[in-house]
């Protein structure tokens, strides 16, 4: 039995739950930088809920999405503000186990690696990311990797940095041992063995889509992991669109998501935590079940 490491849940959607303006194509971005304390109160909750690697609120902070909305002038302020919501979230817990992680994910949308750079465009920005993220990042997670490509990219410049790296690939809910790109997942993972991550989890997805292609990820001697989301479904999501048209599984309570993630706990799984719609009292559901377990 392996200790688990408890990652927080999903930011955005509960950020916009949570906030008072409208919402937008910066979606989570717009709240960094006009409600700040709500994502260091958040990531407070997290933390107290059992998380103990909570990660930047920099998903959609990328100079892709900032310029489409005539905001790149923001980016080193919106990447400052999220470090300084992390740090402020940790002291105010008084928890000194907690580590940030760095976030590296889609440049310009999620699911759609057919609208992404090329492989150079690709390294070059997330060396940006990398620098910007530094000086507050325990570890770097190359997250919601809808393609080989990008998820090469994103893992040249975070290893770069020097600190761990773990890389979350996200599957299709229908066709789970494929990437959204189409690419197989028994190929993607062994194109990107070469590299030398800590962990390879996958993310963003359906958890019964997770399930379902967990073999191919439990034959890695790495860490494995994962933290899905409780969309119904993803496909209504274009680039610059906000996120008004996704809806929320019913069928997702905190009980029933932690039955979800401790059978990964059970097939191998050491870092477990939730994306988009997994909020705190899914962590804390998670966090109680995994004690109970004897995983933490």
């Given at each position: ?8 849940g999903?930011?955005?959607q509960e950020l916009l739950?949570r ?5 937008t194509?910066?979606?989570?971005a ?8 709500l994502v260091?109160?958040?990531h407070?909750?997290f933390i107290?809920?059992?998380?103990r690697?909570i ?8 100079p892709q999405?900032?310029k489409?909305?005539n ?21 105010l817990a ?6 940030i992680a ?10 759609r690696?057919?609208?992404?750079l ?7 920005t ?5 620098e ?10 190359c997250?919601?990797?809808?393609s ?12 770069e940095?020097?600190?761990p790296?773990?890389?979350a690939l ?18 993607a ?6 590299f ?21 990820l ?5 860490r ?5 989301n409780?969309?119904v479904?993803?496909?209504s999501?274009?680039?610059g669109d906000?996120?008004e048209t ?11 998501y932690a039955e ?18 997994i909020?705190p009292?899914?962590?804390k ?12």
């Amino acid at each position: 039995m392996s200790p688990i490491i408890l990652l927080d849940g999903g930011m955005g959607q509960e950020l916009l739950r949570r906030s008072s303006r409208a919402i937008t194509p910066m979606w989570s971005a717009d709240i960094m930088l006009n409600e700040p304390m709500l994502v260091r109160d958040l990531h407070r909750e997290f933390i107290n809920s059992g998380a103990r690697v909570i990660t930047l609120n920099t998903y959609t902070a990328t100079p892709q999405r900032l310029k489409r909305e005539n905001h790149l002038e923001q980016l080193a302020l919106l990447h400052r503000l999220a470090m300084s919501a992390a740090q402020e979230a940790i002291d105010l817990a008084q928890c000194n186990d907690v580590q940030i992680a760095g976030c590296l994910p889609p440049l310009i949308a999620s699911y759609r690696p057919d609208v992404s750079l090329s492989f150079e465009d690709s390294l070059a920005t997330y060396r940006c990311l990398v620098e910007l993220q530094s000086p507050a990042s325990d570890l770097f997670i190359c997250e919601t990797m809808s393609s080989i490509t990008e998820a090469r990219a994103a893992c040249t410049a975070a290893l770069e940095s020097g600190k761990p790296v773990w890389l979350a690939l996200t599957v299709s809910d229908d066709n789970p041992e494929q990437l959204r790109s189409g690419e197989s997942l028994k190929d993607a993972l062994q194109a990107l063995e070469s590299f030398d991550t800590q962990a390879t989890l996958l993310n963003c997805s359906q958890p019964e889509a997770i399930s379902a292609c967990w073999p191919l990820l439990s034959a890695k001697r790495e860490r494995v992991g994962a933290y899905a989301n409780g969309f119904v479904s993803v496909d209504s999501l274009y680039p610059g669109d906000t996120v008004e048209t996704l809806e929320m599984r019913k069928d997702m309570s905190p009980q029933q998501y932690a039955e979800h993630a401790v059978s990964w706990a059970k097939r191998g799984a050491s870092i477990i935590g939730g994306c988009c719609e997994i909020g705190p009292q899914h962590i804390k559901a998670l966090h109680s079940r995994l004690c109970k377990e004897g995983y933490i």
